[in-house]
């Protein structure tokens, strides 16, 4: 298996690299709205002094951090794989010994995702130059108990859409069912706004939801705002999440390729 990994990931990587153009407009992409919000939200605070508690270093800190964040636990397989179904060029997959979206298009994801992560680092040395954030609270052990939390994250987002990904057995119109998806991410996991910021209601059913383990939990690890407790809490929900996710994801999976068919692919 091993070595199937590791061809499948030689293949990926020198297939990235061979879309430059593709993949500087999806960090662009990925890139625009947080720095957005890092530049309005700070020149609210600068002017006002504070936003509900919020300084403008603690935004700068959020959103420089959110950015790492994103990067790491965000993936593309509706991009990547739903054209597959909807094309008929799944069929060729299908018939290798390994599964399709949990091999070959999990390495696609990792290795597009080191690259663009290659592609953030001098974006985000020239943020850190240009807002000069103060990391005072950022401690080892806050990076070190998000490293494992980000990596659920991943896992948990990448089931989640790999699901919704699959409902292309279903439907052509899986794209607007992910963009419904991403809505749900943008409002629930802090992307927009740090979820303390949000009215309450909001503030009460994300910690039930999985959204807010995609960035919000990270961020609140490394930037050391969590108690003991909440962290623990943090990590029971992405655990939990982490299960449904992988029985929602086979459950879509198994049923979408008993209807799957094609011709000619």
């Known amino acids: 298996m091993f070595l199937i990994i590791k061809r499948l990931w030689q293949v990926n990587w020198a297939e990235q690299w061979q879309y430059r153009a593709n993949l500087i407009m999806y960090l662009l992409y990925w890139l625009v709205s947080p720095i957005i919000y890092l530049a309005v939200w700070t020149s609210i605070a600068n002017v006002k002094g504070e936003v509900n508690g919020f300084t403008a270093n603690d935004f700068i800190t959020y959103y420089m951090v959110l950015l790492i964040v994103d990067q790491i636990t965000s993936n593309i397989i509706i991009h990547t794989f739903a054209y597959k179904i909807q094309d008929g060029s799944l069929s060729g997959e299908l018939i290798k010994p390994i599964h399709p979206m949990l091999t070959n298009a999990l390495v696609n994801n990792v290795a597009f995702k080191m690259l663009t992560i290659m592609g953030l ?93 995609l960035i919000y939990y990270p961020i609140q690890l490394i930037l050391g705002r969590l108690s003991v407790e909440q962290i623990i809490h943090g990590y029971v929900m992405s655990f939990v999440w982490l ?10 999976w198994r049923n979408g390729v008993k209807r799957y068919s094609a011709v000619g692919a």
């Open 121 to 213: 680092v001098p974006i985000w040395i020239i943020l850190f130059f240009l807002y000069k954030p103060d990391f005072s609270s950022v401690s080892l052990v806050g990076i070190l108990l998000a490293i494992p939390a980000m990596l659920l994250a991943f896992f948990i987002g990448y089931l989640f859409s790999a699901a919704i990904t699959s409902l292309a057995f279903w439907t052509t119109r899986v794209y607007s069912i992910h963009e419904f998806y991403f809505a749900l991410i943008l409002l629930f996991s802090g992307q927009f706004v740090p979820l303390t910021l949000m009215p309450q209601i909001i503030q009460d059913i994300a910690q039930y939801l999985p959204f807010q383990l």
């Open 243 to 252: 299960g449904v996710a992988l029985l929602f994801f086979n459950w879509v």
